[in-house]
Nanobody, 119 residues
Framework: QVQLVESGGGLVQAGGSLMLSCAAT?????MGWFRQAPGKEREEVAF???????TYADSVKGRFTASKDNANNTLFLQMNSLKPEDTAMYYC?????????????????WGQGTQVTVS
């Protein structure tokens, strides 16, 4: 059983930075971040697999960086140059299948979510 615990959200001005963390217990192949704004569907943000291969949504490329501390099984998301449209609840997700996927339905494990608000 995989458990995910997130931290690091908050309120920041446009152009600012935040870092999110997600501590995982149990085996995962792919870990990633999704976000969901009010009235919108949950969308992919970034993923990193067991071999540190990363993928990003076009909307965050060049601004967000995913990384992973494999020793502690912790996922990070460094968010720079934040925009008001980045405002959302951010969720950490994980799957054990041997590929990262962009659809939320492909992920079995979810964190509780952390709010990011960009003013």
């Amino acid at each position: 059983q995989v458990q995910l615990v997130e931290s690091g959200g908050g309120l920041v001005q446009a152009g600012g930075s935040l870092m999110l963390s997600c501590a995982a217990t149990g085996y995962t192949y792919c870990m990633g971040w999704f976000r969901q704004a009010p009235g919108k569907e949950r969308e992919e943000v970034a993923f990193i697999d067991r071999y540190s291969r990363k993928t990003y949504a076009d909307s965050v490329k060049g601004r967000f960086t995913a990384s992973k501390d494999n020793a502690n099984n912790t996922l990070f998301l460094q968010m720079n140059s934040l925009k008001p449209e980045d405002t959302a609840m951010y969720y950490c997700a994980a799957r054990t299948g041997r590929a990262c996927r962009v659809m939320p339905s492909e992920y079995s494990y979810w964190g509780q979510g952390t709010q990011v608000t960009v003013s």
